[in-house]
């Protein structure tokens, strides 16, 4: 139910963190999980620096990514700290959504809408003060409110003229904030969607979007992510090779592959690829 849930919430509203492709960061890696290793810890909101750390579900159970988060907390400047209780409400409502009833949600209707949105107050605030839910949840619930009126403005306007124009004067009531808001988060929830096309699409789109010199970076940072995930299934070829290779005593087996590894990845790269072999075992076995 869970994942019905956010899902829903996903295709309303972008939320969450954006993550930059670097080869050294300057947080300890032991905050985070082997998805992670390569990105650096979201904190332009109080509500991204909590999805970040709660985004490892999955990899690590409840209590190692509450470590994770203690750890980094605790390791920041106490005027830039974090307030751990708020962590702690959030992590419990999150748990919460589990329970919500997405009702008839396959497609996203206006009473549909309005059904999700006040389940989703609901909640807010049986964990959140009013101050708390719009330090956490502000800008989300406004593109989830814009959402619903655009999808009420569909139905009441004749074409699609006249839905723009009503469409464009309701963004313009907007105080300025808010519009800016409302204009990041759709431009977010456009380069994300840019991701599935090909890649000569995918850069048109993004060159129009933020611009060309944008646009390169984006392409850069995904061709340093493609080739990495190239090496990495060439890696793997050769790794479950020496693992196969019963010639071999463990500990040549061993040293071979820590070979391999170190002449496949920089040298910051190494952790993640040691945690991703982990995770790749357990699978396996499992």
Not at 55 to 83: C, M, P, Q, V
Request: a negative charge.
């Amino acid at each position: 139910m869970k994942k019905t849930v956010l899902s829903i919430i996903g295709v309303v509203v972008t939320a969450g963190a954006v993550y930059t492709y670097t080869q050294q960061t300057s947080e300890p890696p032991v905050v985070r999980v082997a998805s992670q290793l390569d990105t650096q810890i979201d904190q332009d909101s109080t509500r991204d620096t909590f999805d970040y750390f709660l985004s490892g579900i999955g990899e690590a159970d409840l209590d190692t990514l509450r470590t994770h988060f203690l750890t980094y907390n605790a390791n920041k400047a106490k005027a830039y700290r974090h307030d751990e209780a708020l962590f702690e409400q959030f992590v419990q409502y999150r748990a919460a959504l589990e329970a919500l009833d997405p009702g008839n949600m396959n497609a996203l209707d206006i009473e549909g809408l309005r059904f999700l949105t006040d389940q989703l107050l609901q909640t807010q605030r049986e964990f959140f003060s009013p101050e708390e839910q719009q330090r956490l949840f502000g800008e989300e619930n406004l593109q989830r409110q814009l959402a619903l009126r655009k999808l009420e403005l569909r139905e009441q306007t004749r074409d699609q003229a006249d839905f723009l124009n009503a469409w464009q004067q309701e963004l313009d009531a907007l105080p300025p904030v808010m519009a800016d808001s409302y204009r990041r988060s759709s431009l977010l929830a456009q380069l994300e969607h840019a991701k599935s096309m090909d890649p000569q699409d995918q850069f048109l789109t993004r060159q129009a979007l933020v611009g060309p010199e944008a646009a390169e970076r984006l392409a850069q940072v995904s061709q340093k992510r493609q080739d990495f995930q190239n090496r990495l299934a060439q890696y793997f070829e050769q790794y479950d090779s020496l693992q196969g290779d019963f010639s071999l005593s463990e500990a040549d087996r061993q040293l071979a592959i820590h070979t391999l590894r170190e002449s496949s990845f920089s040298e910051s790269q190494w952790r993640r690829v040691q945690a991703l072999e982990s995770i790749r075992q357990t699978e396996q076995a499992n």
